[in-house]
């Protein structure tokens, strides 16, 4: 009887604890962690529209979406003042997801998900020499 008493009361110490460092936690960075469902579901559903994914891979690549936005909003928040190391760390990321698409999507998808990366990250000129300038 002792030692369940004691095994409860060290379980309550530590489980206390653990809940106090957690509160600590959302304290210093209020809000829920995890990104929006609604955002998560349309960067997935418009992957599956460019990428034509099966089942299977909507649902594994919603889960890789899930993290990468989560971990995303972290990063963000976390190094929001050195820029430069908050870039490594997000083209640490990107390379993260790279690597989780290519084991859930086949070679085709990947080349396609690899030309739409390009296509977003590269910046486009203004149409008429004119535009965007001081002239």
């Given at each position: 009887?002792?030692?369940?008493l004691l095994t409860f009361l060290l379980i309550g110490t530590l489980s206390s604890a653990a809940f106090a460092q957690r509160r600590d936690r959302y304290a210093e960075r209020p809000g829920d962690t995890d990104p929006s469902i609604e955002r998560v579901d349309e960067v997935t559903r418009q992957m599956s529209t460019q990428l034509h994914l099966n089942e299977a891979q909507f649902i594994k690549l919603r889960e890789v979406n899930k993290?990468?936005?989560?971990?995303?909003e972290e990063i963000q928040w976390q190094y929001v003042e050195d820029g430069q190391?908050?870039?490594?760390?997000?083209?640490e990321l990107e390379a993260q997801y790279e690597a989780e698409c290519g084991r859930i999507l086949t070679p085709s998808q990947l080349s396609l998900f690899r030309e739409?990366?390009?296509r977003d990250s590269t910046p486009t000129?203004?149409?008429?020499?004119?535009?965007?300038g001081l002239g």
């Open positions: 009887m002792r030692t369940l993290v990468k936005l989560a971990r995303l190391l908050r870039n490594a760390k997000i083209a739409e990366q390009k000129g203004p149409a008429n020499s004119n535009e965007g």
